[in-house]
């Protein structure tokens, strides 16, 4: 009684120190967070996962955190970072786990710079250089800067510092689906897993069915400003922002120079005045768009049957919404109307609210910043990117050179925003466009595959019974891959090696290692094999050696055959290597190669139920599948799913069949049946353990 008391004192002091914890540690001061759970995450009544499900906040969503609720324990609360976030999200407020909230960034979003007094075509060589120090630019940056300054000389270069150095931000960058490729060029592809499959030569499309993952040097590449300090390419770092001293009316006018626009160019000014955006950008973007003749429905105001919708008035310069393979404009026209464009100054300038708001205005002010988020000034991770495409940003770039070169205002002051990273290297170059590949497919020693080949492992030793000649044979997963090292040798003594290289088309080799073990071979002078082993060399004048067959390999390693099939006595959890070696100890001869399921090599972790070996001893070769009693799921280890998957067979909800109701014969009736039940039961129950003997 005593103890009983104790214990209730010590659980309501328990609770009480927790609610004092708890409401101590609540801050007020609001923030930003970024839900990064896949599926989205659950919005609760409470800081719990006991308490009810409010809502579920989408993939993405930018939350409002108007609280920090720390919890003293992770399994009071189910969240295994024992915090949670107080937010409101759909008009309900409750709690989210914070290991699914990223917090964002809380620097300022102002992305404008101040531009130099001395106008940039009036420095002498000497001031520039000066200049381009005071940025910060290093040397790798500054010839080809000065290259540029010689052909465009007023154009204005500012240095700024990323977020994070070279290091980080490329690892971030490196994330699988964040930077995609489509490219014949297999080398330039991730290999990483879940990109790229080495026994099968494949890559997993990341987007539509021929986007894959860029290579991390390729991201390299692209991402690195200097790549891309030239006449055209500059443009990705164009800075988007409204810089009046130099994005004039009349630079507009040189942009949209038709009778059309005479009178519009003024609500450009207005809109790069009211949304701090480059009027330039949007007279340029207004050109490419809907042309310069004002002819078109989009801008015309009189798309009154066209669109079998009534459009008259409505107004969209920038052809915002206007998706759709047929009649986009019409879409256009629609989200106009929707946002009350019904003048062609309302146009313009909440066209341009809509451009400032998705990037620009939240910090990513250059084209190469809404792709390679790595400004200081936005509030959003990595993941807030305009494309995945890791090249989009050098076509568009190339675009936008080629349209103000045509209106010939090239050389009007531009200010650039050009990335400074720390820690970059001394260059990046892509690599070598040929394709990865070095695997080898298949490894044979007389025409029997090396023990438990698998083209990820490079050393294999080979028991041979006798010296002289033995034949080395592969074959390459990719037919662009070269080998050398095939043929026959010699073998006279224990310990020799010989090596099969594979080249890969990209260069790269992957070198694999074969040990030569020669032992003393068994003899049967009289060619007597009534003892289960079979005769490899019928010439009289060497000895005949004796291997054992696949049957008696197996019985000789301890482990039982049942119907000519089936292997069973195996612990559980008896390892592949371990299983190999005690198979090896039985038969030196023998060429063991264990497979799962799906006759895909395993080279580790546990036997379970359903993985397959295969035994070649001399010219012999037999199959066997592993039956583990009571691992009817698979997984090498005997729980209530296994028992879940016996009931399930009984009420003839779901089938065992082959390996796995073998398994499930725990009794060994012949058949599972509710004594199997019971004897799965009483080993979870521990009971009474399944015998796999």
Not at 86 to 113: A, P, W
Request: net charge positive; proline share 3%; hydrophobic share 30%.
């Amino acid at each position: 009684m005593k103890l009983n008391k104790a214990i209730n004192i010590l659980i309501i002091v328990s609770i009480l120190f927790a609610s004092f914890y708890i409401n101590t540690s609540v801050y007020a001061a609001d923030q930003k967070g970024r839900i990064t759970a896949t599926d989205g995450v659950k919005l609760r009544s409470g800081a719990g996962t006991s308490y009810s499900n409010l809502v579920l906040i989408p993939h993405n969503t930018i939350i409002t955190i108007s609280g920090d609720l720390v919890n003293t324990t992770d399994s009071s609360t189910g969240c295994t970072t024992g915090k949670w976030y107080k937010t409101t999200y759909s008009g309900k407020t409750g709690y989210v786990c914070s290991r699914y909230v990223e917090i964002q960034n809380s620097g300022s979003t102002s992305t404008t710079v101040d531009i130099p007094s001395t106008p940039m075509s009036q420095m002498s060589d000497a001031e520039f250089d000066a200049y381009l120090n005071g940025q910060g630019f290093p040397e790798s940056y500054k010839t080809k800067l000065k290259e540029l300054h010689k052909k465009h000389p007023n154009w204005i270069f500012v240095g700024i510092n990323t977020r994070d150095n070279w290091t980080t931000s490329l690892n971030n960058e490196n994330v699988i689906g964040r930077s995609l490729i489509q490219t014949s060029s297999q080398g330039y592809l991730s290999t990483a897993d879940g990109c790229y499959n080495w026994y099968t030569n494949t890559y997993t499309p990341k987007d539509g069915k021929s986007w894959y993952q860029a290579k991390k040097e390729t991201i390299a590449y692209y991402m690195d400003p200097r790549n891309w300090l030239n006449e055209k390419n500059i443009f990705m770092f164009e800075d988007l922002n409204y810089y009046s001293a130099y994005q004039t009316e009349s630079a507009v006018k040189k942009i949209l120079y038709t009778d059309f626009f005479s009178n519009l160019t003024q609500y450009y000014i207005k809109a790069a005045q009211q949304y701090n955006v480059n009027p330039l950008f949007l007279a340029a973007l207004t050109r490419q768009e809907v042309g310069l003749s004002g002819t078109g429905y989009a801008v015309n105001g009189t798309c009154s049957t066209y669109c079998s919708v009534n459009y008259t008035g409505y107004y969209n310069f920038y052809n915002i919404g206007a998706t759709s393979s047929t009649k986009p404009v019409c879409n256009g026209l629609k989200y106009a109307k929707e946002k009350g464009w019904n003048t062609k100054e309302k146009a313009i300038i909440g066209g341009a609210s809509w451009i400032n708001n998705g990037y620009v205005g939240a910090g990513q002010n250059t084209a190469y910043f809404q792709k390679w988020n790595t400004t200081p000034k936005s509030n959003s991770g990595y993941w807030h990117q305009y494309m995945t495409n890791v090249s989009a940003v050098v076509s568009s770039s190339n675009t936008t050179y080629n349209s103000y070169n045509g209106m010939g205002i090239i050389d009007l002051p531009m200010v650039f925003q050009i990335p400074i990273y720390a820690g970059i290297p001394a260059s990046t170059s892509l690599p070598n466009k040929g394709n990865p590949n070095n695997y080898l497919k298949t490894l044979t020693v007389n025409n029997t595959s090396v023990t438990n080949f698998d083209g990820a492992n490079t050393n294999y030793t080979v028991t041979i019974p006798t010296s002289g000649n033995v034949t080395i044979n592969s074959t390459t997963v990719a037919s662009t891959s070269t080998i050398s090292g095939n043929g026959t040798f010699n073998i006279t003594t224990s310990g020799t090696k010989k090596s099969v290289i594979v080249t890969a088309q990209d260069g790269t080799k992957k070198t694999y290692n074969i040990t030569f073990n020669v032992i003393k071979p068994t003899t049967n002078d009289d060619n007597n094999n009534g003892n289960g082993s079979t005769n490899q060399d019928p010439d009289p004048n060497t000895p005949t050696v004796n291997y054992p067959t696949a049957d008696v390999t197996i019985t000789s390693s301890g482990y039982k055959i049942k119907n000519s099939t089936y292997i069973y006595n195996i612990t559980l959890g008896s390892t592949v290597q371990g299983m190999i070696n005690k198979i090896q100890k039985a038969n030196n001869y023998a060429s063991i190669n264990i497979m799962d399921k799906n006759n895909k090599a395993k080279t580790s972790g546990s036997i379970v139920t359903g993985d397959k070996v295969k035994i070649t001893s001399g010219t012999s070769s037999k199959t066997y599948t592993f039956i583990i009693y009571g691992d009817v799921s698979g997984d090498g280890n005997i729980t209530v799913l296994d028992l879940s998957l016996v009931q399930m067979h009984l009420l003839k909800k779901k089938s065992l069949t082959g390996a796995y109701a073998q398994a499930g014969d725990v009794s060994r009736g012949g058949s599972v049946d509710i004594l199997d039940l019971s004897k799965v039961q009483m080993h979870l129950l521990k009971k009474a353990n399944i015998s796999q003997s």
